[in-house]
């Protein structure tokens, strides 16, 4: 694993983002398209939990997202961020999602 010092790790933003909508995209198996509010904006950010987690389950979570990385094209569709999950035991992706609610934006400290 390679190291980064702190103040490497002050450039990376990261907010709380609701998750207004999710879709299968044609033709992966991985990847789900989420439209996500981050109450000053809406992104488009693409997720490969597709395996995982069902689309329908995932609209009205707030879960934290990497919010200033540059865009990447994925399967013809930019991603405008990535979401923050840790693995459990098997390497499936665990959502994490507070228990109270959060602003949509709120930064992550």
Do not use: W
Request: aromatic share 6%.
């Amino acid at each position: 694993m390679e190291t980064i010092n702190f103040d490497d790790f002050k450039k990376l933003d990261i907010r709380m983002g609701k998750i207004l909508s999710a879709e299968r995209i044609e033709g992966s198996d991985k990847l789900l398209k989420l439209e996500v509010d981050f109450g000053e904006d809406r992104r488009q950010i693409l997720a490969g939990i597709a395996q995982f987690y069902a689309p329908e389950s995932l609209v009205g979570k707030e879960c934290p997202f990497a919010y200033n990385l540059a865009p990447r094209v994925m399967k013809g569709l930019e991603s405008q961020g990535m979401l923050m999950c840790p693995s459990d035991e098997a390497g499936r992706p665990v959502l994490l999602h507070p228990d109270k609610e959060v602003l949509a934006g709120s930064i992550i400290k």
